[in-house]
């Protein structure tokens, strides 16, 4: 009998045991942890491609450090060419196959995988698109969400009273992606000009598909605006700005900080960036913090070189989430994870951004830029204009 007990006790475990390992955590094994990346490697914003591609470079450095745990990781980039639904086909492939998503990019992206990720109880980190996005989601929905970025809204607010007081104009331009990136932007423009004398004289946008931009150049020149805000790729930036100079029109121009990569945009355009105003949410080439991890990734993959700008959004990615997961524990699931990065608190990336902390309820945990002005072509140089200006978290 005692016999007969003892075996059917061991059937259990056996059986109990069977069903823990026919249940594994995504993406998790003993030596890997898998993260998937969608991104634009190429098409109309593959300049921003480069943030996975470095990102995929300081992974690897983590892994000749020991990697998270005894843990290497393993990332999976895949190309969606900023289409929202090749990056729906991607996660859809990846939410089952990975522990996490990382440093999506595009407003219209993340519109288009936002449900996905909440019913897949995917986590999401660094996510680089409209804040919009997440902080009009229940709050059930995006509790696998951690942002550090920006609202466009109140980027733009900031960026359009700089315009008047830097430079006193009178009379601004808007020139937008036709999606939520662009128009997010235009609100804000509106909201800051509301509190000054100036006007709005134009709103002027285009498609992603978009290649030719001289009837927008044109119709910025017929405006009289004395300065453009670019809330652009820096493909269309850049394409808008030669379109102008061709027709001998040089405004003012007052950049996105998606267009902060200073070593792309004088590659673009020359000496016609010279002056630009942009804002910047990360650190820059020349600054230590940012120097140190370019240094990294440029030694791991060198045709990082002259991108460099955004390889520091791309090490930023990966530095947040293996803070999660150190914090996570070796015994790691994606609840712990989401747990872990709750409880992050006066975070700075190396100093690489200013402090920020996630909670239980405050998943959008950095709201802030600061004002650039980019000088001479010869040598890429910027000057810092304002102190970081921290904007209070939306979700």
Known sequence: MALRFLAAGLLTLFLLGGEARAAPVPGVTDTEITIGITGPLSGPAAAW?????????????????????????????????????????????????????????????????????????????????????????????VRTVFQAYPDYTDETEFLSQQAVKLEGVKKLGFFGQNDDYGKGGLEG?????????????????????????????????????EAVILYATATHAAGLVKEMAKVGYRPKLFAAFTLYDRDTMFRLLG??????????????????????????????????????????????????????????????????????????????????????????????GLNAVRLMRAGKATDASVKQ???????PGHF
């Open 49 to 141: 491609g480069t943030i996975a591609l470095a990102s995929e470079a300081y992974a690897s450095y983590v892994n000749q450090q020991g990697g998270v745990h005894g843990r290497k990781l393993k990332l999976v980039l895949k190309d969606d060419g900023y289409n929202p639904g090749r990056a729906v086909a991607n996660f859809n492939e990846m939410k089952d196959q990975v522990f996490a998503v990382m440093g999506t990019v595009g407003t219209a992206v993340l519109n288009a995988n936002k449900d996905l990720v909440a019913d897949a109880g995917l986590p999401l980190v660094y996510p680089l698109g409209n804040v919009q996005v997440f902080a009009k989601q229940p709050k059930e929905k």
């Open 189 to 225: 423009v509106k909201k800051g000009l509301a509190k000054t004398d100036a006007k709005l004289v134009a709103e002027v946008f285009y498609e992603v598909t978009d290649r030719e931009l001289g009837t927008q150049a044109l119709k910025m020149k017929e405006s009289g605006a």
């Open 271 to 364: 000496d016609l960036w010279e002056g630009a105003y942009f804002d910047a949410a990360i650190g820059l080439r020349g600054e230590p913090a940012a120097d140190k991890v370019i240094e990294i990734v440029t030694r791991i993959d060198p045709k990082l070189k002259g991108r460099e700008g955004f390889c520091v959004q791309g090490v930023a990615d990966v530095m947040m989430l293996v803070e999660g997961l150190k914090r996570a524990g070796r015994d790691l699931t994606r609840e712990k994870f989401i747990a872990a990065m709750e409880t992050i608190k006066d975070y700075d990336g190396g100093g690489l951004y200013p402090p920020f902390s996630f909670s239980p309820t405050r998943h959008h």
């Open 385 to 391: 204009i304002t102190p970081w200006q921290v904007f």
